[in-house]
């Protein structure tokens, strides 16, 4: 029995992947995308590309709203995904810099 509980609790951890912060901003993945739409009701995510000029702009402000929510303990959470890098979730995109 403690070997089954000890499995299934290994199981649980390796589903779940750790969702990180970039100054403030949740950094998403094809890993901890779900999980981050799971657990934050109220959630804006940027599709950028590294390359994308609208981006690199978009990115210190984004930086200062979602550390202003964070100071005002908003339950609004900014996440962003580097479509480049998570293409199964870019597919659905009509270009980078895209807000859902």
Request: hydrophobic share 55%; charged share 15%.
């Given at each position: 029995?403690?070997?089954l509980l000890l499995f299934?609790?290994?199981?649980?951890?390796?589903?779940?992947?750790?969702?990180t912060k970039d100054e403030g901003v949740?950094?998403?993945?094809?890993?901890n995308f779900q999980e981050a739409i799971d657990a934050h009701e109220f959630l804006l995510v940027e599709f950028y590309a590294?390359?994308?000029g609208?981006?690199?702009?978009?990115?210190?402000e984004y930086v200062k709203a979602a550390q202003t929510l964070a100071e005002k303990d908003s339950p609004i959470?900014?996440?962003k995904v580097d479509a480049t890098e998570s293409?199964?979730?870019q597919r659905s995109l009509m270009s980078e810099a895209t807000l859902l």
């Open positions: 029995m403690m070997k299934s609790s290994l199981l649980v951890g390796l589903s779940l992947a750790e969702i949740l950094v998403l993945t094809e890993a590294p390359w994308c609208h981006c690199k702009a978009l990115a210190p959470k900014l996440g293409l199964s979730l």
